[in-house]
């Protein structure tokens, strides 16, 4: 079975391998134009006026997780699949929400006017301060100690476990670019955001010498449900692979937006695609999933993953996730609106294989990749699921803000985003490729680029 390993040997009889996958070398046109030929039987039929309404439906009310709002979005959602025959459940979650009592964070005595994490534990510590950069790979004892961290790389939730497990008592977290905007870091101790400037003093206090901290921390923890939309599409029994597709977007927008990009527009791919699929001979069950709760770090998608079986896991052969498709202010001046594809390790996988050899197909330009977290990829890559994100980056100046709305939607680039994305989906649930570690027919491999490019 096919896992992660982009393409790297060209065998002498014409063909490349990856890791146990045969593609098709097709530098001459005829299979070029047989590749054409099969994308079209899914982008002829993409319809951006149909997503454009999903959106407008959509961030009419703000979809925050665990309000009347998600649920409305959710009974949209799970209509629309149903609507289409799809083996469809609504899957609940606890997420939490939590009011700050009391916070503060000293440094030698110096209120630094820092902000408790949403999640963090209650209580009040004082003890040294330890710089531990990003926190990835802690190797340092903090039993008893407050760890100094940098936001980046990872997620706020592991930085948290990360020194935990090492014993720190207490998290200080600062920010390595000019924003603020800091998410949920649950966790049993303390935890306070500060500022850069306020981080990197502190990393050039601790060079010489002991500094002490207090971080004093009173929050209150409230229960609510946010959800995840599952939709299945089986194969004929007769012609199944045993392999799984994954297609996904976050349903959730940020408190009081409206969220039109972030992410109606991924949604509306999803669904859109889920219609074009269902009417569109395949031999591997593809699943359609929107995610709750994106927005407070991931927590729908982690939830989904972890209570799938290993067996699921196995046969999970790609995920492809939308975020913020559809911004026609987004991606400056980038080929393609800016769209570009990014996965956890920074490194090509079979997602990103597919998604470039698809744009070079559709558009004569390999959409690149880059290296991100911050979206639900995430937790699929952390099993071993070859995964990117696709989304239009730099974002655009509405992202995370109430004009985040309709107007600022692009039909062009919802078209081509959900192409690409569905043109690669295509080309390993297509019946002519039987499990793609058995294919004869697969997309030919192309060159795309690594991006060091930022989000926002």
């Given amino acids: ?253 940020v408190p009081n937006g409206p969220g039109a990009n972030d992410d109606a527009s991924g949604v509306s791919a999803v669904l859109e695609l889920a219609r074009i699929f269902v009417n569109t001979p395949i031999d591997t069950e593809i699943r359609f999933l929107t995610f709750g709760s994106e927005e407070r770090g991931m927590v729908g998608s982690s939830f989904y993953v972890s209570q799938l079986p290993q067996s699921d896991i196995d046969r999970m052969v790609a995920h492809f996730q939308m975020d913020m498709i559809g911004g026609a202010e987004a991606g400056e001046d980038h080929p393609l609106g800016g769209l570009i594809m990014y996965t956890i390790d920074g490194q090509k996988n079979l997602v990103t294989d597919l998604g470039a050899s698809s744009s070079s197909r559709m558009y004569d330009v390999a959409v690149p990749y880059g290296q991100l977290g911050r979206s639900d990829h995430q937790p699929f890559h952390d099993v071993g699921i070859p995964s990117a994100l696709f989304i239009h980056s730099p974002v655009e100046p509405q992202y995370h803000k109430p004009t985040d709305t309709l107007e600022h939607i692009s039909k062009e680039k919802l078209q081509q985003a959900a192409s690409i994305v569905g043109g690669s989906a295509y080309q390993i649930v297509r019946p002519d490729t039987p499990a793609l570690d058995r294919a004869h027919v697969a997309p030919a491999s192309v060159e795309y680029n690594f991006e060091n490019r930022p989000v926002d």
């Fill in 1 to 253: 079975m096919f896992r992660r390993k982009s393409i790297i040997t060209v065998l002498a009889t014409g063909m490349l391998l990856s890791s146990g996958v045969v593609y098709a070398q097709t530098n001459g046109a005829p299979n070029a134009q047989a590749d054409t030929a099969f994308d079209n039987k899914v982008i002829k039929k993409i319809n951006a006026e149909n997503m454009y309404n999903t959106i407008k439906y959509l961030s009419a009310v703000p979809r925050e997780a665990g309000t009347e709002g998600e649920v409305r979005g959710v009974e949209y959602i799970e209509g629309q699949f149903k609507s289409l025959g799809l083996e469809t459940r609504r899957i609940p979650f606890p997420i939490y929400d939590y009011r700050t009592n009391r916070q503060l964070a000293e440094v030698d005595g110096v209120n630094l006017n820092g902000r408790a994490f949403s999640g963090s534990g209650s209580g009040k510590v004082t003890a040294d301060l330890v710089d531990v950069g990003l926190a990835k790979d802690v190797q340092v004892d903090l039993t008893g100690k407050i760890a100094l961290v940098g936001r980046g790389d990872i997620t706020f939730v592991q930085k948290v476990q990360n020194v935990v497990a090492k014993g720190a008592v207490g998290v200080l977290m600062y920010n390595t670019s000019n924003s603020n905007n800091f998410g949920q870091a649950e966790g049993q101790v303390p935890a306070i955001a500060i500022t850069q400037a306020q981080g990197k003093a502190l990393v050039e206090k601790l060079k010489n010498g002991p500094v002490i901290a207090t971080l004093d921390v009173d929050i209150e923890k409230i229960e609510k449900t946010s959800y995840v939309v599952e939709a299945k599409l089986k194969p004929n029994k007769n012609k199944d692979t045993g392999q799984i597709v994954t297609i996904g977007a976050h349903h959730d927008s």
